[in-house]
C-alpha cells in the first residue's frame, strides 16, 4: 500500500512561471515531511522541509505547503529556471525516536521550457 | 571529499559473484541508511545503521549483507543475487533520530546490474 502518492509523473511548465508539485499521503501519523530534487545519475538531493505543526514553509524560490486536514502537500517554485527541470520526491517520516523511516512517493518529473 | 561517496558507480555482476558495496560520509552523521531503487518504484529503505547498530531490517533478503565499521562506513555485501535485484543502490546519512534533524543526504549510488 502506497502511503505518499505523488499522482502526476510528469509536469511541464514555462520558464519564469509558477510550478506546483503534488503530493498526497494516507498515514495520519506522518509529521515531518520532506521534499527532494534527483538529476540523472545522481542521488536525490535534498530541498525543503516542514513539521506539521506549521502549514508553510519558504526558502528562497521555493514554497511547501501543508493541509493537514486533507493529507495534503504540495511544492511550488517560482519563478521556475531551466535548472529546475528535475524529479522530485515528496517525502514523509513519523519523528518518534525508533523509527528512522522516510517513505517516499514515486517522483514528478519536472520539465522546465525555456 | 565532502558530502557522501559511493563506490563503484556501476557493477554488473553474475549470480554466482560475490562483491561489496562502500559508502563514506563527511558530514559528521551518526545515522547511515540503504536504499534500493527500482524503475518506476518509490525508494525502498533497506537497512537503517544508528551510532552503529542496525535499527532496522526492512525485510531484506539474507544475500545482502550491511556491515557499519563506523559512523563514518557503510557496506552493503552482496552474494547469489538474482537478476531482480539489479537496480539503483543509494546510500543516506542523517543526524541520529533523537536530534530532531530528519534530512536525510544522499550519495549518487551504485548502478548495480545482475546478469
Known amino acids: 500500500d502506497q502511503q505518499v502518492k505523488q499522482n502526476s509523473p510528469s509536469l511541464s511548465v514555462q520558464e519564469g512561471r509558477i510550478s506546483i508539485l503534488n503530493c498526497d499521503y494516507t498515514n495520519s501519523m506522518f509529521d515531518y515531511f520532506l521534499w527532494y530534487k534527483k538529476y540523472p545519475a545522481e542521488g536525490p538531493t535534498f530541498l525543503i522541509s516542514i513539521s506539521s505543526i506549521k502549514d508553510k514553509n519558504e526558502d528562497g524560490r521555493f514554497t511547501v505547503f501543508l493541509n493537514k486536514s486533507a493529507k495534503h502537500l504540495s511544492l511550488h517554485i517560482v519563478p521556475s529556471q531551466p535548472g529546475d527541470s528535475a524529479v522530485y520526491f515528496c517525502a514523509a517520516f513519523i519523528s518518534n525516536f525508533g523509527n528512522e523511516k522516510l517513505t517516499f512517493g514515486t517522483g514528478t518529473r519536472l520539465t522546465i521550457i525555456p | 571529499e565532502t558530502g557522501v561517496t559511493q563506490t563503484p558507480r556501476h557493477l554488473v555482476m553474475g549470480m554466482t559473484n560475490k562483491k561489496s558495496l562502500k559508502c563514506e560520509q563527511h558530514?559528521?552523521?551518526?545515522?547511515m541508511y540503504w536504499y534500493k531503487q527500482s524503475a518506476k518504484k518509490p525508494l525502498e529503505l533497506m537497512f537503517v545503521y544508528n551510532f552503529k547498530e542496525q535499527t532496522e531490517n526492512n525485510s531484506v533478503p539474507s544475500r545482502f549483507s550491511p556491515e557499519c565499521p563506523n559512523s563514518s562506513h557503510l557496506f552493503l555485501h552482496l552474494h547469489t543475487l538474482q537478476p531482480e535485484d539489479s537496480a539503483l543502490y543509494l546510500c543516506a546519512s542523517s543526524q541520529d533520530v533523537a536530534s530532531g534533524r530528519y534530512e536525510q543526504y544522499f550519495g549518487p549510488g551504485t548502478r548495480l546490474t545482475v546478469t
Open positions: 558530514l559528521g552523521h551518526n545515522a
